[in-house]
């Protein structure tokens, strides 16, 4: 069994999909992970906007690089309600695609640039927020996986961990 540690190191960006449909039993598991999702002083001020057909079609138009969203079956926008955190979205984020990964679902966060034309393809009520959404899916039958940043890797620790002060390096990094 892959532990959530080897899921979170294989955890990557997938912006094709198969033809097929995502199961409602895949996404109903996937809205059940992102609605327990820890949230600050446990206020819950969002909500899960399940997007297809020509709705997603039409959400794809408020974002830059929504290639994904078009080729997914399906997304859940994210919904940051009145006074809600955009740290908690992040982690809905996250732990939508991680569920999503256990149940062998791909995904890629999509950023609603212009987050005016979300509220109003969504129908948000004034002051809520969809500047994200996941795409979901089934991998691609020829495996080929586009990433942006070359091969999606990272910066080298030495960069970017630290002890104590910024710049001082981690004995071993
Ligand atoms: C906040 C955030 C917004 C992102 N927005 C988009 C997006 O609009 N379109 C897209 O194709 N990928 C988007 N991505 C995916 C990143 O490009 C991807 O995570 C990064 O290139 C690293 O690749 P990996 O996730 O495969 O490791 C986003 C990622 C994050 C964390």
């Known amino acids: 069994m892959r532990t959530v540690y080897d ?5 990557r ?13 895949h996404l109903d598991q996937i809205l059940e992970a992102a609605r327990w999702t820890g949230s600050a002083k446990n206020l819950q001020l969002w909500s899960f906007i399940v ?16 290639t994904p969203l078009a080729n997914a ?20 984020a996250q732990n939508i695609m991680l569920a999503a990964a256990s149940l062998g679902v791909v995904s890629c966060p999509i950023t609603l640039h212009r ?13 809520a927020r969809a500047r994200y959404a996941v795409s979901l899916g089934y991998p691609p039958e020829d495996g080929k996986i ?28």
């Open 115 to 127: 987050d005016e034309v979300a509220a109003e393809v969504l129908e948000l009520p004034e002051g």
């Open 73 to 92: 079956p399906v997304a859940i926008a994210l919904v940051q309600e009145p006074h809600g955190y955009e740290f908690d979205t992040g982690r809905l």
């Open 146 to 173: 586009a990433r942006f940043g070359g091969q999606g890797g990272r910066k080298d620790r030495s960069e970017v961990i630290f002890h104590n002060t910024h710049g001082t390096p981690l004995d071993g990094s």
């Open 7 to 11: 899921q979170i190191m294989s955890l």
């Open 13 to 25: 960006s997938v912006r094709q999909y198969s033809d097929k449909p995502l199961s409602d039993e």
């Open 51 to 66: 997007v297809d057909g020509a709705q997603k079609e039409r959400l794809c138009a408020a974002g830059d690089f929504t």
